[in-house]
């Protein structure tokens, strides 16, 4: 059990940090022995452990006991070098000394980690309160330099082998369903349903343009084939087939959609009224952003989108704003959502510090727009759902991919090659630390003039070996259920799950892993169990 000492002030930020790192905890009681003590910007010493962590960027009174030196770094470039990761830190950071005689250096190039072994314990001094990065994470989310960075995964990475390498037995429910690696959540934003909803506006001036001229400079760059060029310019040529509708509309794409996917469910995320543009953040409205659809629309294909086990959501316009027009914005779509979990994303990522109470107020039980619009990578530093601090049940399932950050020229500007790179490394990294890519390819992304469905079918291909492919709604579900397992200590002080908290349900079955069960010195080794098999032979023993 992990006893944490913690200002109260930030308990809530402790309370989710332990659904992101799920394993056995409590806040500190005094005069009571733990394997672990964690403090934060605080220490006691009424709190009674063998292992000792403490976070601060502060000098404390465990400091001075311990003949710690605690200097504030005033760099403004602030990056921790732990385990060999450079880890930014975005709040307050300070080199850790002592004499050299008594610590060992835990960072590769600073003292910002150290680690002190005395008679009666060992303490692992760190120079940042951890508590100060998560919550910057999950209220602000990083810079764009550092998108690719998944810096909680890290921090939650270093803390558990902080505990797990002292030969610490210690109970986790990982971020993986059982038989499975990871999850995908493949979504699309339904912007453009289809070609013949759009007049001469600057939204066919634009695919003109592109399919025309731009197709030169794309083969030019080695980015579409010369069949690609030809492709495209047929269909800018067809414009007044697909507005007389005499022929199939080149970016209906649902059905292309669920034939590429197969067995892998994705969920279409639909603006619900045709021609509003909503308000800008500077509270202006922009006509590029009004769409030439509304839900009522596309019914047909959205009944097809539903009967082939795929998920709506709403792509919402002013939702991010107010609960009203979240709730109006829902109420035009609610008629397809099928599901007790309801998901919204923003048109555009529209967003700001109160759009979650707003939107869990409105009635939705996850979001999706946590995500950057110019690059792939972590926004909140992590493939895992989370709470965000000021909502009450609402998760935030942040998105990671992007087809126009890859590919537009005013972002990226990749070709297919570099894209996949970028695509593929978020992938191993899921593949590594659990958790969720959520992955967003716009409805008319596999029609020219884009065609960019290669990697969207090579993505698929290459993840569908390990990881689960559900809807964003059953997604959520599955975290929902493991935040909802509880542990408790039995008689004997052994950290058990509470049989209570544990369901069985159709979704796939959560894991519990055991480090350190049976190391014969082999620190951080674990193993993994079916967590339902493991409670019913606990009640049997």
């Known amino acids: 059990m992990i006893g944490v000492v913690a200002d109260s002030k930030q308990h809530d930020v402790v309370c989710e940090l332990f659904e992101l790192f799920k394993t056995p905890w409590e806040f500190a009681q005094s005069r009571k022995s733990y394997e672990v003590a964690l403090f934060f910007d605080k220490s006691s010493s009424f709190i009674k452990a063998d292992l000792t962590i403490v976070y601060s960027s502060k000098e404390l009174a465990i400091d001075k006991a311990a003949g710690i030196k605690v200097e504030p770094n005033e760099c403004p470039i602030k990056l921790a070098n732990i385990e060999s990761r450079d880890i930014p830190i975005y709040k307050n950071l300070s080199s850790i000394n002592a004499e050299e005689s008594k610590y060992q250096l835990l960072s590769k190039e600073n003292s910002i980690a150290i680690k002190i072994g005395t008679p009666n314990k060992t303490i692992i001094r760190i120079g940042y309160n951890l508590l100060e990065e998560v919550e910057f994470l999950l209220e602000s989310g990083q810079p764009l330099e550092n998108a690719r960075v998944p810096t909680l995964d890290y921090h939650l990475d270093y803390l558990r082998s902080s505990i797990v390498n002292q030969g610490v037995k210690l109970l986790e429910i990982p971020p993986s369903p059982e038989n499975f690696k990871f999850i995908v959540c493949l979504s699309h934003d339904v912007d453009h349903p289809k070609l013949a909803f759009h007049s001469?506006?600057?939204?066919?001036?634009?695919?003109?343009?592109?399919?025309?001229?731009?197709?030169?400079?794309?083969?030019?760059?080695?980015?579409?084939?010369?069949?690609?060029?030809?492709?495209?310019?047929?269909?800018?040529?067809?414009?007044?087939?697909?507005w007389a509708r005499l022929t199939k509309d080149i970016w209906d794409s649902f059905k292309q959609y669920i034939e590429i996917e197969g067995k892998a469910r994705s969920t279409f995320f639909v603006i619900p009224f045709k021609n509003i543009s909503g308000k800008a953040p500077s509270g202006q409205k922009n006509k590029k952003r009004a769409a030439g659809y509304g839900a009522s629309d596309i019914e047909t294909d959205?009944?097809?989108?539903?009967?082939?086990?795929?998920?709506?959501?709403?792509?919402?316009?002013?939702?991010?704003?107010?609960?009203?027009?979240?709730?109006?914005?829902?109420?035009?779509?609610?008629?397809?959502?099928?599901?007790?979990?309801?998901?919204?994303?923003?048109?555009?990522?529209?967003f700001d510090e109160t759009s979650h109470v707003k939107l869990e107020k409105a009635g939705f039980t996850y979001d999706s727009?946590?995500?950057?619009?110019?690059?792939?990578?972590?926004?909140?530093?992590?493939?895992?759902?989370?709470?965000?601090?000021?909502?009450?049940?609402?998760?935030?399932?942040?998105?990671?991919?992007?087809?126009?950050?890859?590919?537009?020229?005013?972002?990226?500007?990749l070709t297919e090659e570099e894209a996949e790179e970028q695509v593929l490394e978020i992938g191993q990294h899921a593949n590594d630390h659990g958790g969720t890519v959520t992955v967003n390819w716009h409805d008319r992304s596999l029609a020219p003039e884009r065609q960019w469905g290669s990697l969207y079918a090579k993505m698929i291909k290459e993840w569908s070996d390990d990881a689960w492919f559900p809807c964003m709604a059953e997604a959520a579900s599955w975290f929902r259920k493991r935040r909802t397992i509880k542990f408790c200590q039995s008689k004997s002080g052994e950290c058990r799950i509470d049989p209570a908290t544990v369901t069985k349900d159709n979704l796939p079955q959560l894991i519990l892993r055991i480090y350190n069960h049976d190391t014969s010195n082999h620190f951080g080794t674990y193993t993994d169990r079916n967590l339902l098999d493991w409670v019913q032979q606990a009640d049997v023993a």
């Open 200 to 242: 001469i506006d600057h939204t066919t001036i634009g695919f003109f343009y592109r399919a025309i001229f731009g197709s030169i400079f794309r083969v030019a760059s080695g980015r579409i084939t010369l069949k690609g060029l030809l492709r495209n310019w047929l269909a800018a040529l067809s414009l007044p087939l697909y």
């Open 302 to 350: 959205l009944r097809e989108v539903l009967s082939s086990g795929r998920e709506i959501g709403l792509h919402g316009l002013d939702a991010w704003r107010s609960s009203s027009s979240g709730k109006k914005e829902l109420d035009q779509v609610s008629s397809f959502i099928t599901r007790p979990e309801i998901g919204v994303r923003m048109h555009w990522l529209y």
């Open 369 to 413: 727009t946590i995500g950057y619009n110019a690059c792939p990578g972590y926004r909140a530093g992590t493939t895992q759902a989370y709470k965000p601090l000021k909502a009450e049940q609402l998760l935030e399932l942040p998105m990671h991919i992007m087809d126009t950050s890859l590919f537009y020229p005013s972002y990226l500007h």
